[in-house]
């Protein structure tokens, strides 16, 4: 992987209606690095990567990203993340390939197959998502981890609805992209099984 990552947040106060979600929060994100967003139900985690790539608005505080503030420049931040949000945002009418080549039109069929093979779906590759249970319409979406090469991963409860097998795959790839040069911020309910991550707090109002 050739491009480097440096997320940094200084003194971040975000809103939610009338409900403050942080104040003066101040951490980095870089190369290789796992940060793991920690917090209640509610306190904010979800609404910090929506921030984070500008889809809430901050009340004050400086986010940026290889040195460009950006609020101004959102155009860096995007072009090097890849981001998964809690639900899979799939469309169930679509088979899993479907799905997958709907994302990424450029990969080839060989490419997309491993890449549900990766995720225990290859059986399931022709089959309506609509069909699937819920921890396999999330390795559906999680099957586009192995086609990127984004290098900033935000991931928003990737674990849910994983059996122990998926949490472990996901684990090791995840392992692979830090190894690689890539970093991952995610947030998460479950205790990681096999990879150290550095942790930014977020308390429930």
Aim: glycine share 8%; charged share 20%.
């Amino acid at each position: 992987m050739q491009k480097s990552v440096n997320l940094q947040v200084n003194q971040l106060y975000l809103e939610r209606g009338d409900r403050d979600l942080c104040q003066d929060l101040t951490f980095s994100v870089t190369s290789g690095e796992l940060v793991r967003v920690a917090g209640e139900n509610g306190a904010g985690k979800s609404s910090l990567m929506k921030a984070l790539l500008g889809w809430l608005p901050i009340e004050s505080g400086q986010i940026e990203y290889k040195g460009e503030d950006v609020t101004v420049h959102r155009d860096v931040l995007l072009a090097d993340q890849l981001y998964l949000g809690h639900t899979p945002g799939i469309k169930t009418v679509l088979t899993p390939l479907e799905n997958l080549r709907l994302y990424c039109p450029e990969a080839s069929l060989q490419a997309l197959e491993q890449a549900l093979e990766h995720v225990q779906l290859g059986p399931y590759a022709d089959i309506p998502a609509a069909q699937l249970s819920a921890g396999q319409k999330r390795r559906v979406a999680l099957a586009r981890l192995w086609l990127t090469d984004k290098p900033l991963w935000l991931l928003d409860e990737p674990f849910t609805a994983l059996d122990h097998a998926g949490v472990l795959a996901l684990e090791a790839h995840i392992k692979t992209h830090l190894d690689s040069g890539g970093a991952v911020m995610l947030t998460t309910h479950q205790t990681l099984l096999t990879l150290s991550a550095k942790t930014v707090e977020l308390a429930a109002a």
